[in-house]
């Protein structure tokens, strides 16, 4: 039995003060947790910096925050984004986050530039005052993440979730497939115990009974699928897309529309591979994430796959998740999500 994935950011900077608390509280992250997050992306982002904007004999580096499963952990391996940047002189460095709250705080902090989250992470960064732009997305895949209970569980039910303990990650893409899930239910959200934990500690206080279900997503879901007895009790089919979108600071991608446009149509032919070669994905993804390669299989068959242009009705949908956790006051403010529509695009 592998054990499950455990990531952190490798280098990191604090933004500023005003910036970083609004958006700590839209996270509702602790600052037990935030300040060793926060205060590495000093050494980074001096360095990355100074690359970004180095004179014309310096390649510019392009620094890209990644979480530690998916197409882009596949691209970094490969080295094929370096190749095709190499004419145009673009070094690439590669930031990993555990989540996407996190990715998007490190992107506040002028850390990376660019990066890939789930679809409820951008509507708290912006509700925290952080100035990205959509610049793609990936096709929904709702199998991708399910809310999960021991096998032996007396919960059968979304209504049996009432008064009962449920660990996921604030912020995260579940967020927002809890939040249906109960409505559909016809359960308050003030009628659960949301425990917000990162995946790791989720995992273990599932496994040690601590919480009653887990609120989760590929593939630490097809790692406890497959590694422990459990039940699901629901997935996001007919209830959210659960899509992936490729997010960028604003003034980077306005700066730099070509580099963001080769960025997205390399990992669009890296999707076009991974589509048709699962096992062998699979196989490349096994020692990076520390997962068997049946389980990521599991995972990989449930993604989606394809670059798409972030249109009118995908940022219709991201609204909608805006305005319910506006209604519930999980984010602090009412926020207009074109707002951050690329231009570009």
Same mark, same amino acid.
């Given at each position: 039995?592998?054990?499950?994935?455990?990531?952190?950011?490798?280098?990191?900077?604090?933004?500023?003060? #005003?910036?970083?608390?609004?958006?700590?509280?839209? %996270?509702?992250?602790?600052?037990?947790?935030?300040?060793?997050?926060?205060?590495?992306?000093?050494?980074?982002? =001096?360095?990355? @910096?100074?690359?970004?904007?180095?004179?014309?004999?310096?390649?510019?580096?392009?620094?890209? #925050?990644?979480?530690?499963?998916?197409?882009?952990?596949?691209?970094?391996?490969?080295?094929?984004?370096?190749?095709?940047?190499?004419?145009?002189?673009?070094? /690439?460095?590669?930031?990993?986050?555990?989540?996407?709250?996190?990715?998007?705080?490190?992107?506040?902090?002028?850390?990376?530039?660019?990066?890939?989250?789930?679809?409820?992470?951008?509507?708290?960064?912006?509700?925290?005052?952080?100035?990205? *732009?959509?610049?793609?997305?990936?096709?929904?895949?709702?199998?991708?993440?399910?809310?999960? +209970?021991?096998?032996?569980?007396?919960?059968?039910?979304?209504?049996?979730?009432? @008064?009962?303990?449920?660990?996921?990650?604030? #912020?995260?893409?579940?967020?927002?497939?809890? +939040?249906?899930?109960?409505?559909?239910?016809?359960? $308050?959200?003030? !009628?659960?115990?949301?425990?917000?934990?990162?995946?790791? !500690?989720?995992?273990?206080?599932? *496994?040690?009974?601590? /919480?009653?279900?887990?609120?989760?997503?590929?593939?630490?879901?097809?790692?406890?699928?497959?590694?422990?007895?459990?039940?699901?009790?629901?997935?996001?089919?007919?209830?959210?897309?659960?899509?992936?979108?490729? *997010?960028?600071?604003?003034?980077?991608?306005?700066? =730099?529309?070509?580099?963001?446009?080769?960025?997205?149509?390399?990992?669009?032919?890296?999707?076009?591979?991974?589509?048709?070669?699962?096992?062998?994905?699979?196989?490349?993804?096994?020692?990076? *994430?520390?997962? $068997?390669? %049946?389980?990521?299989?599991? %995972?990989?068959?449930? =993604?989606?796959?394809?670059?798409?242009? &972030? !249109?009118?009705?995908?940022?219709?949908?991201?609204?909608?998740?805006? $305005?319910?956790?506006?209604?519930?006051?999980?984010?602090?403010?009412?926020? $207009? &999500?074109?707002?951050?529509?690329?231009?570009?695009?």
């Amino acid at each position: 039995m592998t054990s499950p994935l455990r990531s952190r950011p490798r280098a990191s900077r604090a933004p500023q003060d #005003g910036l970083r608390r609004s958006l700590l509280k839209a %996270a509702g992250a602790t600052a037990a947790f935030a300040s060793p997050l926060l205060g590495g992306f000093a050494a980074l982002s =001096a360095s990355g @910096g100074a690359l970004a904007q180095s004179s014309a004999q310096t390649p510019a580096t392009l620094r890209i #925050g990644y979480q530690k499963y998916g197409n882009l952990v596949l691209m970094k391996a490969r080295g094929s984004l370096e190749k095709r940047l190499t004419a145009q002189r673009v070094a /690439v460095q590669w930031i990993e986050f555990p989540g996407g709250p996190q990715l998007l705080e490190g992107l506040n902090a002028g850390a990376i530039d660019f990066g890939t989250v789930g679809e409820t992470p951008p509507v708290f960064a912006l509700a925290g005052g952080v100035d990205f *732009v959509y610049v793609g997305s990936e096709p929904p895949a709702p199998k991708g993440e399910a809310i999960v +209970v021991p096998h032996d569980s007396p919960i059968r039910t979304i209504a049996d979730l009432r @008064g009962k303990k449920i660990a996921l990650n604030k #912020g995260s893409n579940v967020h927002y497939l809890l +939040v249906n899930a109960l409505q559909r239910a016809r359960i $308050d959200y003030r !009628d659960i115990s949301p425990v917000y934990l990162a995946p790791a !500690d989720a995992r273990a206080a599932f *496994v040690q009974r601590s /919480v009653d279900a887990w609120v989760i997503w590929d593939p630490y879901l097809a790692a406890i699928e497959r590694q422990a007895n459990v039940r699901t009790l629901a997935n996001g089919e007919g209830l959210v897309n659960n899509a992936q979108y490729y *997010v960028a600071s604003r003034k980077f991608a306005d700066a =730099a529309p070509q580099l963001v446009q080769a960025l997205l149509a390399e990992i669009g032919t890296l999707d076009s591979w991974a589509r048709t070669h699962i096992p062998a994905a699979a196989v490349q993804l096994s020692p990076l *994430v520390g997962l $068997d390669t %049946a389980t990521l299989e599991l %995972a990989l068959n449930r =993604a989606s796959y394809g670059v798409q242009t &972030v !249109d009118s009705a995908a940022l219709a949908y991201q609204q909608q998740i805006a $305005d319910t956790f506006s209604s519930l006051k999980l984010i602090p403010r009412k926020i $207009d &999500v074109s707002s951050a529509r690329w231009q570009h695009a």
